[in-house]
């Protein structure tokens, strides 16, 4: 069983930065795929970048980088340019290459403020 642990969202202006992460523990991390989600109020959820690929969303492309660190356990989602469309509940998840997404973290809540 993974736990995934989702930490650095916040309330931002428009044009601001924000650095998320996501720690993992209870498996073998390098082992699986992580991805990146958000959900919007009133939306269905969004798939914004997979570590299966170096494919981003459209909405996201340009402005937002992930990146992992195996000995850290940990994911992370550098956001630059934020725009209040942004604005969302962030998820990470983590997965197996081909199969449905495994595990979920609760979330962390960003708000880009006009």
């Known amino acids: 069983q993974v736990q995934l642990v989702e930490s650095g969202g916040g309330l931002v202006q428009a044009g601001g930065s924000l650095r998320l992460s996501c720690a993992a523990s209870?498996?073998?991390?390098?082992?699986?795929?992580m991805g990146w989600f958000r959900q919007a109020p009133r939306k269905e959820r969004e798939f914004i970048w997979s570590?299966?690929?170096?494919n981003y969303a459209d909405s996201v492309k340009g402005r937002y980088t992930a990146s992992r660190d195996n000995a850290k356990n940990t994911v992370y989602l550098q956001m630059n340019s934020l725009k209040p469309d942004d604005t969302a509940v962030y998820y990470c998840?983590?997965?197996?290459?081909?199969?449905?997404?495994?595990?979920w973290g609760q979330g962390t809540q960003v708000t880009v403020s006009s």
């Open positions: 998840a983590a997965g197996r290459t081909g199969k449905p997404w495994e595990y």
């Open positions: 209870g498996g073998t991390f390098s082992t699986y795929v």
């Open positions: 570590g299966g690929s170096t």
